[in-house]
């Protein structure tokens, strides 16, 4: 039933903008620990909320590249899943009917690896990094470099972790940071994040769509939000998905293998 209702709903997409907001879930069977507690290999349980911070870094900015290089890493290595897959498909078969906008919290870049071309990478991209000083051309609100610039420098930092080799800004010489939002920062601290499109995007979505998400940071607080102030149909697809209004449609299934399912449904 859980393929048919959402079928039904993404039916009724058409001439509207299909918005769709995917969390950590999505990207669990590719092999990348979600943050939640209860899954395997979950980083709640190592003070993500102290680690992901713009304070942290300032405070031990090696503790926090070794912290993120570990991670960085598994996502480097990992191919996008069924879901991912699914995605490109609904995008394609939402554009011969309306319009379709993909927003992740995700920064592994498996969306774009899969072909997902209406995308918005919220929180940042763990492929790039960017200077850490404010007013520098290379750091917010606009600069950013490839993170395979330093690919050498941070090797070299986490086999031997000291302050004199962690990666320096070329343009400054300031210390050089992930390019992602942390949990004291603004979404609107960086062009890339788009939060204007996405603020926008919120306010038009019909259906929204949440996946794999447990829909605890800004951004799908803002898109449920404005879902349930405009009576926009909004479901959500998760395992074990938090309590939600009882007009929410919620379906307890595992993105990889529902999605794809549905989008055979759609003729996608």
């Known amino acids: 039933m859980s393929v048919e209702l959402l079928a039904e709903r993404l039916e009724a997409a058409r001439g509207k903008l299909l918005l769709v907001v995917t969390g950590a879930g999505v990207s669990l069977a590719s092999g990348i620990p979600t943050f939640r507690g209860g899954d395997p290999g979950a980083v709640w349980a190592n003070d993500v909320m102290e680690m992901g911070t713009c304070e942290f870094f300032e405070r031990d900015p090696v503790a926090s590249w070794r912290w993120y290089g ?3 890493a598994r996502a480097a290595s990992a191919k996008p899943n ?3 897959h699914a995605l490109v498909a609904l995008e394609r078969w939402q554009a011969a009917r309306g319009s379709f906008l993909l927003v992740t919290q995700n920064v592994d870049g498996l969306h774009r690896a899969a072909g997902s071309r209406e995308l918005v990478e919220v929180h940042g991209r763990a492929d790039r990094v960017r200077c850490s000083r404010d007013g520098c051309e ?5 600069g950013s470099l490839p993170r395979s610039m330093f690919d050498d420098t941070l090797r070299r930092l986490l086999d031997d972790p000291r302050p004199e080799h962690l990666p320096r800004c070329p ?20 062009r890339d994040f788009e939060w204007q499109k996405v603020f926008h995007a919120c306010d038009r979505g019909r ?7 447990s829909l605890a940071v800004g951004v799908t607080d803002l898109a449920l939000r404005c879902a349930l102030d405009r009576c926009a149909p909004a479901i959500v697809v998760d395992p074990a998905p938090p309590d939600l209004p009882a007009t929410v449609d919620v379906i307890r299934a595992k993105v990889e293998e529902l999605l794809p399912a ?3 449904r759609l003729g996608a």
Do not use: K
Request: hydrophobic share 50%; with cysteine; aromatic share 12%.
């Open 138 to 142: 290379l750091g917010a609100p606009a």
């Open 171 to 190: 343009a400054c010489g300031a210390n050089v940071r992930p390019h992602i939002l942390w949990f004291d920062e603004l979404y609107v601290d960086h």
């Open 262 to 264: 549905v989008v055979q």
């Open 70 to 72: 570990s991670r960085f």
């Open 82 to 84: 069924a879901a991912h």
């Open 207 to 213: 259906p929204v769509l949440f996946l794999g998400t």
